[in-house]
């Protein structure tokens, strides 16, 4: 695995809807051997264990990263100014497995739709399917005009864009694409590969797990994976974030 560490410069950390931060660091070794659905592991100063953060975008040497401030790691995140130094490591894990040709639906819900831009920005002409509760959380729906992709976005209260579930446009458009990629809360997880699999179109999650090393060496972020029949444990870290659906034991 490639992936390079230090302190690096923030150029911004700026709120874009409510309690989401939309944070760039320049570092041009690792925004270059970022691939989509990896993640950077941010240290943040006082607190013992790093965070996993999603890459969210590459651009011209400077790392994209969108996150929502869940507790005290997050919250901490949220203070930094421009010209602080960040501890990063990146970028970690296995991302989505991309090949030329084929169509692709991206689908995000809440905070798992930043890693679904860089991974639009290196499809051809994605379906973007983007789910949030409400109105107030909806982020990225520029980036991803601008990145070219046809967008639906969808609210659990129709407050924005159409009102109801990623996985109900997803049924509706099940015949425009190959294959799905997706990165979201595990309810929402589920239900896709499910459609996916009475659909017979190919399937990547990208799960979440408590971390700690970020590496594969502490077994923190172990989870259930089905391989030729049999369960074996994988580290999400190390072996995912991103599996086959079809893999995943939920
Ligand atoms: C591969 C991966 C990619 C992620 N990408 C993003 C992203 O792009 N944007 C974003 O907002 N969030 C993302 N998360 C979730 C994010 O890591 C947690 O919200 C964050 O670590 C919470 O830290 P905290 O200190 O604010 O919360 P606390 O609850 O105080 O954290 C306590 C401990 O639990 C860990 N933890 C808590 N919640 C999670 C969680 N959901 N997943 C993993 N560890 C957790 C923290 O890292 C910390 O070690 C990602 C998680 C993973 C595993
Ligand atoms: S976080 Fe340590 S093995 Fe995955």
């Known amino acids: 695995m490639k992936y390079d560490t230090g302190m690096f410069t923030l150029l911004s950390n700026e709120q874009i809807a409510d309690g989401i931060f939309d944070m760039r660091v320049k570092n041009k070794k690792i925004a270059e051997l970022a691939k989509c659905g990896q993640f950077a592991h941010i240290y943040v100063p006082s607190k013992t264990l790093r965070r996993p953060i999603s890459v969210c975008d590459s651009v011209n040497g400077v790392l994209r990263l969108v996150y929502q401030v869940k507790g005290e790691g997050t919250r901490l995140m949220s203070l930094m100014k421009p010209g602080d130094t960040v501890d990063i490591l990146a970028p970690l894990g296995n991302g989505f497995n991309i090949h030329k040709g084929k169509r692709y639906c991206l689908i995000g819900g809440g905070i798992g739709v930043p890693p679904m831009l860089f991974t639009a920005k290196q499809t051809e002409n994605p379906l973007v399917i983007t789910g949030f509760r409400s109105k107030d959380l909806v982020i990225l729906q520029n980036d991803f005009k601008n990145a070219g992709a046809e967008l639906v976005l969808t609210t659990d209260d129709?407050?924005?864009?159409?009102?109801?579930?990623?996985?109900?446009?997803?049924?509706?458009?099940?015949?425009?694409?190959?294959?799905?990629?997706?990165?979201?809360?595990?309810?929402?997880l589920k239900s896709i590969a499910q459609v996916c699999r009475e659909n017979g179109k190919p399937c990547q999650i990208s799960l979440e797990e408590r971390m700690g090393c970020g590496i594969g060496a502490c077994l923190v972020c172990a989870v259930k994976i089905r391989k030729n029949g049999e369960e074996i444990m994988q580290h999400v870290c190390k072996d995912g974030p991103v599996f086959n659906a079809e893999e995943v034991v939920f």
Do not use: W, Y
């Open 158 to 188: 129709g407050s924005a864009g159409v009102h109801g579930f990623v996985t109900d446009v997803l049924k509706n458009r099940i015949n425009d694409f190959d294959e799905v990629c997706a990165c979201g809360p595990a309810p929402m």
